[in-house]
């Protein structure tokens, strides 16, 4: 069985940083796209950054020179490095594993203030 546990949310102030962190397990992991989600109350969820099996990435424009995706299949792990963070990057931030079907985990809270 698949899961996805994120960690390293909380609570920061403006121009803060945090790093989120994806454990896996239960997946051959290194052949899967790993992107990490967000979703802010009343909006729909929303993609942030993911990165391939052959370690491509991508941002969404909001976080690109901001954000930073990466992998460690070893460990079966994906972290998402925060920096300059602003209190529209406010929402509960998801791991994904995207193949034929996709595996999400709880969600890990990250708020900014002003």
């Known amino acids: 069985q698949v899961q996805l546990v994120e960690s390293g949310g909380g609570l920061v102030q403006s121009g803060g940083s945090l790093r989120l962190s994806c454990a896996v397990s239960?997946?051959?992991?290194?052949?899967?796209?790993m992107g990490w989600y967000r979703q802010a109350p009343g909006k729909q969820r929303e993609l942030v950054a993911h990165i391939t099996a052959g370690y491509s990435t991508n941002y969404a424009d909001s976080v690109k020179g901001r954000f930073t995706i990466s992998r460690d299949n070893a460990k079966k792990m994906v972290y998402l490095q925060m920096n300059s963070l602003k209190p529209e990057d406010t929402a509960v931030y998801y791991c994904?594993?995207?193949?034929?079907?996709?595996?999400w985990g709880q969600g890990t809270q990250v708020t900014v203030s002003s």
């Open positions: 994904n594993q995207h193949g034929q079907m996709d595996y």
């Open positions: 239960g997946s051959i992991f290194r052949v899967y796209t």
